[in-house]
Every structure is written in C-alpha cells, then in structure tokens.
C-alpha cells in the first residue's frame, strides 16, 4: 500500500535521445508527486514534481505525465546530456501521514 | 532557494563511539525535518520525522535509543549514532520542510558515515 514501484532499474540512452521513466503506486491517499535527481555522494535534488489534478507538468526538458485513473506517472527527459547522468528517484507523499515514500531509483546513463 | 546544510559531510568512527550529525537550515525556518538512511545503490528510508519542540517520530523498525534525534530549534536538528557499529555504516541525509508536513522538501548533501 505505501510502496511506489519504479522502473527501469538502470536506462542507458544516447546523447539527444529521450530518458523516460516509469512510476506506479496504490495508495490513493498520495496527493503529491515529486521527482528528485541526485548524484553520486551528493543529496537528492528536487526537480520537478505534480498534483493529481494535472496530467501533465513541463519545466524546460523535463516532462512530468500524470494517469490518476492508472495511477501511475513518468519523467521524461528530452534531448539527454551526458550531464544527465544520474539517479532519478519518483516520490510520493501520503497526505495522511506527511511522508515521503520513495521509489527505488533509476540509475540513467546517457552516452555522447 | 532554500538551502539545507548537512555537517559533517564524512566522519569515520571506531565501533562503540558516538556520532552526531548536524542538519542546518540556512535561509528558512523548518518546522518539520526529516532524517532518511540510504544504502549503496538503494533508495533512501526514511528513520524518522523530527518536529521543532518536541520528540521524533520513528519509523518501524528504527531503534530511537540507538539513532538519537533533536530538533532543538527551527533550524537544527541532530542525529547521533549512539554506540556506532559496522552495521550503522551508511549514508545519512536529513531533509527540511517550511510546512508542517513532506510537502516541498530540500535536502541536504548527506553524511557518509563508516565505522571500523
């Protein structure tokens, strides 16, 4: 009920092509939706995050899509850089208890 | 932006010393902090949910006497590793929030701690 299922462990992309990562949860009481980008010895990073009443949220080259109804929802990356590279972790956070559940990551490697 | 200050970046131990790890908002005041633990190439956990004022909220499975937590004023909030061993070896990252609950957080850098 409190897990967030995150996929693909690892993505490889080349330099130009779109990352897209996937996130599912059950919980219906999650009522915030944040990605968070973080480098290797360094914290997470807020990068851009949605609301269920938005099915789609874009901030430069990154894309938020939001299915309620599915409940599930997907970062995508567009036009990767190698300066992407990192690990990229889907979040949610349960209004009934004020905490952040994290996915289990995806490590994104974009090659030039 | 707001900016989450963790102290110290790295710390090495023997085993049975105790650590404490600080956590600073810079330029706001956090009313709730949150301490995560995250193992090599694995999510981050969270251990406990700290609110100015009063006692931490631990997760399930989280010793409170073993991973001390204060939250003494708007801006700081401690962890100590209290009687650290191998096991405890990790990297600890706390998280603020200007609201009362998980809404926008901001992390700090996190602390890796070993302990021999």
């Known amino acids: 009920q409190q897990q967030v299922k995150q996929s693909p462990q690892s993505l490889i992309v080349q330099k130009g092509g779109i990352s897209i990562i996937n996130c599912a949860y059950e919980n219906t009481a999650f009522d915030y939706f944040p990605w968070y980008q973080q480098f290797p010895g360094k914290g997470p990073a807020l990068l851009i995050a949605?609301?269920?009443?938005?099915s789609e949220k874009k901030e430069g080259r990154f894309t938020i899509s939001f299915n309620k109804s599915a409940k599930q929802f997907s970062l995508h990356i567009m036009d990767s850089q190698p300066g992407d590279s990192a690990t990229y972790f889907c979040?949610?956070?349960?209004?009934?208890?004020?905490?952040?559940?994290f996915g289990t990551g995806t490590r994104l490697q974009v090659f030039p | 932006g707001a900016v989450v200050s963790q102290h110290p970046s790295w710390v090495i131990c023997k085993s049975g010393t105790s650590v404490k790890i600080e956590c600073r908002s810079l330029d706001f005041q956090a009313t709730t902090m949150f301490w995560y633990r995250q193992f090599p190439k694995q999510s981050l956990m969270l251990m406990a949910t700290s609110n100015e004022g009063s006692k931490a909220t631990y997760e399930q499975g989280v010793e409170k006497d073993k991973f001390l937590i204060n939250h003494a004023s708007l801006t700081l909030s401690t962890l100590t590793v209290t009687s650290a061993h191998p096991e405890d070896s990790s990297f600890y990252i706390c998280?603020?929030?200007?609201?009362?609950?998980?809404?926008?957080?901001?992390f700090g850098a996190g602390s890796r701690l070993t302990v021999l």
């Open positions: 998280s603020a929030s200007m609201d009362s609950g998980a809404n926008v957080l901001t």
């Open positions: 979040a949610a956070r349960d209004y009934n208890t004020d905490k952040l559940i």
């Open positions: 949605i609301r269920p009443d938005v």
